[in-house]
């Protein structure tokens, strides 16, 4: 049987891994090279959701057709634009 105290360290441990990881990916798309990362990002995503979603890959499975009638593309770009206008330093 594993020990619970094991367990719970290993997650403990985990967990700070974890936020040491989100907070240097946030410092880093704070700085000037990750603005400008977050805006090709962005770009890249803003001109291929509606090629992506029209195209035939993506129509022949149940799952494309429903994303399309849902608007996926309208929604990537929404999601693009905000993570281009994201301010990692106001949170």
Do not use: C, F, H, N
Not at 19 to 30: E, I, N, S
């Amino acid at each position: 049987m594993i020990d619970r105290s094991v367990v719970t360290r290993a997650l403990d441990r985990v967990q700070r891994g974890v936020d040491r990881g989100a907070d240097a990916a946030r410092a880093y798309l704070a700085s000037p090279e990750g603005q400008q990362l977050r805006r090709r990002v962005a770009r890249v995503v803003i001109v291929a959701a509606p090629m992506v979603a029209r195209s035939r890959l993506v129509r022949a499975t149940w799952i494309g057709r429903v994303a399309g009638v849902a608007g996926a593309a309208g929604l990537a770009v929404k999601l693009a634009e905000a993570l281009r206008d994201w301010d990692p330093t106001q949170d």
